[in-house]
């Protein structure tokens, strides 16, 4: 009966990281199948060197800095700590949307002025030509567009949504994959055109969220109160470290295709991206259950809860990244065959799937540290490791690249991650419990007011 009764309040601890991995398990097939099919498709247009440079396009707004440098966090932490209804979140609100849409603006300009210059080509090491250029440019305009909707999914993550923003963005690959098919239809041969319609996705994804937060505002309450000066979120103080990881990680991560693009060979960048195509979603189940932890985390008051939140989550995240690794090193060679199709210059050596395992393994280990120092602390301590880690990494991608190939520049993102982030959170994670005050027993408690009446 204990165990009964243990099972269902974990499960209703849990029940949004649970729910939301398992709305990412769900839309995996729909999306995983889209992606496959997709990326078919532009092999056979455009063959195994047209599939390397179409997969260095679509991730350009992962390489280049083109986020809200972590100002969408303060919603966050301000719907976690005070709800919907407060006049605090609503002053929120309104600064953030402000500042995105300004970052928004901005970004834009940049998209268009660096096509204009003929600049996106010789940045990504692609073959050069006004298609390339425009398409660089829509690609990195529909990620600034996305970033004021980017709010959204901040919204309904601190309000224990996850599962339903999962779902959502789950849209995006179906949409893409519907977009890729249209452009075959034309036999076109030109990468561009396909990155220009794959990369259309996860705005239309966005847009489709944003509608769904914005419903869910307008049941909220209208704020009566004032914010006072004391009241008042200092976004500044959330997003400058935010900023700092936002601007690090996808700079050190996403490196990896542009590092081989100039160092290595074509044949590498496709192998890299052929596995790569099975490790993004499964990295995405980690990342989207993870997020959840955050709120979780921001609502616990006592060291108490804390630890007991952070040992459920190491468990969970252990045996999650164990079969996640697994399923990539057995059956990842299985999906990549079927890409791949019967073009025998695509193929990925088995060691190229161990490494990706292997990463799999270190950001599920790392998860839960990660969303356990996000308080104002932590996050000066992770933006300190994640300009470290790029430091590190980039470096040692272009030597271990050079020389080695895929299998180099993702053995390099082992080591960084080991030491600038996984090492560092360790030892900082206990150093939080004691931060939070004490949560005492029962017995504790009648003693504690025992001995104040005496």
């Not at 030109?190 to 914005?214: E, H, K, M, N």
């Not at 601007?247 to 100039?262: E, G, I, K, M, N």
């Not at 308080?375 to 430091?391: H, I, Y």
Request: aromatic share 8%; hydrophobic share 55%; with cysteine.
């Amino acid at each position: 009966m204990f165990k009964l009764v243990s099972t269902r309040r974990l499960v209703g601890q849990f029940g949004d990281l649970l729910g939301s991995m398992g709305a990412r398990v769900l839309v995996l097939p729909v999306s995983g199948v889209a992606t496959i099919l997709g990326s078919r498709i532009v092999v056979e247009a455009t063959g195994a060197e047209g599939f390397a440079w179409f997969s260095l396009v679509i991730s350009l707004p992962l390489l280049i800095p083109i986020s809200d440098f972590g100002i969408g966090a303060a919603l966050t932490d301000v719907v976690a700590t005070d709800g919907l209804n407060s006049p605090r979140f609503w002053s929120t609100l309104k600064k953030v949307l402000s500042l995105l849409a300004s970052i928004s603006g901005f970004a834009t300009l940049i998209a268009v002025g660096m096509a204009v210059f003929g600049l996106w080509s010789p940045l990504l090491g692609v073959p050069g030509g006004p298609l390339m250029e425009l398409a660089c440019a829509a690609v990195a305009l529909f990620a600034a567009v996305g970033i004021p909707l980017g709010a959204a999914q901040r919204i309904l993550l601190s309000l224990g949504k996850q599962t339903l923003s999962t779902l959502v963005l789950g849209f995006g690959g179906v949409w893409s994959l519907s977009a890729t098919w249209v452009v075959s239809l034309f036999e076109a041969s030109d990468f561009a055109l396909y990155a220009l319609a794959y990369a259309s996705g996860p705005l239309v994804a966005q847009i489709l969220l944003g509608i769904v937060a914005t419903r869910i505002l307008r049941k909220a309450r209208p704020p009566l109160g004032v914010v006072g000066k004391k009241g008042k979120v200092r976004v500044h103080m959330v997003a400058v470290p935010m900023a700092i990881i936002t601007l690090s990680l996808p700079l050190a991560y996403q490196s990896d295709r542009t590092v081989l693009a100039h160092v290595s060979s074509m044949d590498q960048l496709a192998s890299y991206s052929l596995v790569g195509l099975i490790y993004t979603p499964l990295l995405s189940i980690l990342s989207v259950g993870g997020q959840t932890l955050w709120p979780m985390f921001m609502t616990q008051k006592e060291s108490n809860g804390v630890r007991k939140l952070y040992w459920h989550g190491i468990a969970i995240f252990a045996i999650l990244g164990i079969v996640l690794a697994s399923g990539l090193i057995v059956l990842g060679p299985a999906i990549t065959h079927i890409v791949k199709g019967n073009d025998a210059n695509l193929s990925s050596p088995i060691s190229t799937y161990i490494l990706f395992g292997m990463l799999l393994l270190l950001f599920a280990a790392h998860t839960t540290n990660g969303m356990l120092l996000m308080d104002e602390r932590g996050r000066k301590l992770q933006a300190v490791g994640s300009v470290a880690l790029l430091v590190v990494k980039v470096p040692l991608s272009i030597y271990l690249g050079s020389h080695f190939g895929a299998e180099g520049v993702i053995a390099s993102t082992i080591v960084a991650v080991t030491l600038c982030l996984f090492i560092p959170a360790c030892v900082a994670a206990p150093r939080y419990w004691q931060r939070r005050p004490v949560e005492l027993t029962d017995q504790a408690k009648t003693s504690a007011t025992e001995k104040f009446a005496r």
